[in-house]
């Protein structure tokens, strides 16, 4: 917003800059520059990291305890009056960080002069931004669990309900659906991992680092850094202000984690169709169409197979806002806060969607089991079978499985339908044993390999999942 600035000042004075300055920044020039549209999200970052500067400061001699005191009890009071609402914002003030400050001054007078002694806005951005992504890594490895919770408990409810196994989207051999929904826990899995990771190597202070060379002030940046809870300081003062790779390895495993997200979501529109109808979604999750009344669209689904592409894209617009600088800070750093704030918050809301519909979601087992039986589905049994059976080199069972195949294709029946005899005149020495693999609740019991769709597989890699969740 425009208008008179939060600290009194008038807005035609550039105080900010000081005397080298003679006017304000130009209309057109102000509204490039300003940040404070959005940066306003990092409001309580950038009190808590005021805060234990403060205190610092004081602990060192640099200030004075009444003006720590004083900026303390200040800087609470501004926090309240952002949260509750009552803050009001200056374009003219910049950012987060100035906007603060005047409105500090406001309240504390002179002292407020001397919170900034021995930092810069560029380590203090830094810092703010840091605690922030921080904070979104949290929140995103408590969605992931609480994402990986439900669909471990629809795997268990459906560890033995038969459905086909893809590749290429055509039937190729039957799995169970428990066993189908593992494979996204395992995805996530990965993410979750990816997050803490992640999570471990961004928990460094770059407060203190200053402009970029560091300051010839006694501070104590290992007390700042335990006091806002990283792990200890940064130890390049160049680096430290110039450094975004914790926002773009945020970015890239929101983007994984978002695609994976996109892939359950495109399974769920495809089984949602009349022509798979394998499950459904009440009310809730689904839409109707203006004139049409038999249509049941997945809207939310297919929401949240589209916005992946945004957060995708704020991990690319910020790679190349950064491919091309030179150290240390520039302002087109500035450009790091809207992408990483929009993808945040689209990636959350994408998790939230995704765990509210594998909830509600109802699996149609004998439209499942009708299809897991379609299109040979257990010609591999077969084969697999005159391999272990009849000792046939697999190549070559393969070869008399194709024909038997072909057979069965001819005769519009399935391969568990075609007599002995049928199968003897292919290949002679296949017995009555053979049929215990034919049917699809055989195929899968069968396939007890580690990490394979047997029911009891399932249930073990359930359990296992558990315990670590």
């Known amino acids: 917003m425009s208008g008179k600035p939060a600290n009194g000042q008038d807005g035609n004075a550039n105080a900010m800059w000081g005397g080298r300055f003679a006017s304000s920044p130009s209309a057109l020039m102000e509204a490039i520059n300003v940040s404070i549209g959005f940066d306003r999200r990092l409001a309580a970052q950038d009190i808590r990291g005021s805060v234990a500067h403060a205190d610092m400061l004081a602990k060192q001699g640099i200030i004075s305890e009444e003006d720590r005191d004083a900026i303390h009890d200040g800087l609470k009071r501004i926090l309240e009056e952002i949260e509750g609402g009552h803050f009001t914002f200056s374009t003219a003030l910049e950012d987060i960080h100035m906007n603060v400050e005047g409105r500090l001054r406001d309240l504390i007078g002179p002292a407020a002069g001397r919170l900034h002694t021995a930092r810069s806005r560029n380590d203090q951005v830094a810092t703010d931004v840091r605690l922030w992504v921080r904070e979104a890594h949290d929140r995103a490895d408590a969605q992931i669990t609480n994402l990986m919770d439900t669909l471990l408990t629809q795997a268990a409810a459906h560890a033995e309900t038969v459905m086909p196994g893809f590749t290429h989207l055509q039937s190729a051999q039957p799995v169970t659906f428990g066993h189908h929904l593992m494979a996204y826990v395992e995805m996530l899995g990965r993410d979750r991992s990816r997050i803490r990771d992640s999570r471990k190597r961004l928990n460094e202070c770059p407060l203190g680092a200053a402009a970029l060379a560091g300051t010839s002030f006694p501070i104590d940046r290992h007390a700042t850094a335990e006091a806002l809870g990283f792990d200890g300081p940064t130890r390049n003062s160049l680096d430290s202000v110039s450094d975004r790779d914790f926002i773009l390895e945020y970015l890239s495993i929101a983007s994984i984690s978002a695609m994976h997200l996109s892939r359950l979501a495109e399974e769920i529109v495809i089984w949602m169709t009349p022509q798979f109808g394998f499950v459904r979604l009440s009310d809730q999750w689904t839409t109707g169409s203006s004139i049409m009344p038999q249509k049941k669209n997945p809207d939310a689904a297919e929401l949240v197979r589209a916005k992946p592409g945004r957060i995708i894209g704020s991990l690319v617009a910020l790679l190349t806002v950064m491919k091309g600088l030179p150290l240390t800070y520039s302002k087109d750093m500035q450009e790091d806060k809207e992408r990483l704030f929009d993808a945040a918050d689209t990636y959350e809301l994408v998790l939230a969607a995704v765990s509210a519909m594998i909830a509600d979601l109802k699996p149609v087992p004998e439209r499942m089991a009708a299809?897991?039986?379609?299109?040979?589905?257990?010609?591999?049994?077969?084969?697999?079978?005159?391999?272990?059976?009849?000792?046939?080199?697999?190549?070559?069972?393969?070869?008399?499985?194709?024909?038997?195949?072909?057979?069965?294709?001819?005769?519009?029946?399935?391969?568990?339908?075609?007599?002995?005899?049928?199968?003897?005149?292919?290949?002679?020495?296949?017995?009555?044993?053979?049929?215990?693999?034919?049917?699809?609740?055989?195929?899968?019991?069968?396939?007890?390999?580690?990490?394979?769709?047997?029911?009891?597989?399932?249930?073990?890699?359930?359990?296992?999942w558990r315990a670590r969740l």
């Open 371 to 464: 299809a897991a039986g379609a299109g040979f589905a257990t010609a591999t049994d077969l084969a697999d079978w005159l391999v272990r059976a009849l000792e046939m080199p697999f190549r070559d069972a393969h070869h008399v499985t194709g024909r038997l195949v072909a057979e069965a294709e001819r005769r519009g029946c399935g391969l568990e339908d075609l007599s002995l005899d049928v199968m003897q005149a292919v290949e002679p020495r296949i017995t009555d044993s053979v049929y215990a693999v034919l049917g699809v609740e055989n195929s899968v019991r069968s396939r007890m390999s580690f990490g394979g769709t047997a029911p009891d597989n399932v249930r073990a890699q359930i359990a296992w």
